[in-house]
């Protein structure tokens, strides 16, 4: 499986409510939309630890793919990557990472 995790913040005098609105309708259907997606996650990060520690982002949102094939079929799309480019200016620092899973233990709730 194939995870994609994108770690972010909005840009600095960004409307939160404004980006909240559209990230959790718009965005999280374009998202669900994407080819082969098996699950996509928007959160909020609460808080950091250890005690004292700051949480460098506000925001995380994941997608996962059956495969390596599937997740590249879909994210390099240059129609993906265009509405990502476009996407971006939303944003402040962020972070991308394209993960494997390994191993997996538990169910979804």
Avoid at 36 to 51: K, M, N, S
Avoid at 63 to 77: G, N, S, V
Avoid at 92 to 109: N, Q
């Amino acid at each position: 499986m194939i995870r994609l995790i994108v770690m972010y913040n909005l840009r600095a005098g960004a409307d939160e409510a404004a980006f909240l609105d559209w990230r959790l309708n718009h965005h999280q259907s374009a998202n669900a939309a994407l080819p082969g997606v098996l699950r996509t996650d928007f959160a909020q990060v609460l808080e950091a630890w250890p005690d004292r520690a700051k949480a460098r982002f506000r925001f995380v949102t994941t997608l996962e793919w059956l495969d390596r094939q599937a997740f590249e079929r879909a994210f390099y799309a240059p129609n993906v990557q265009a509405a990502l480019r476009e996407n971006l200016e939303r944003l402040g620092e962020f972070e991308y990472s394209i993960c494997e899973t390994l191993t997996s233990t538990g169910t979804a709730p």
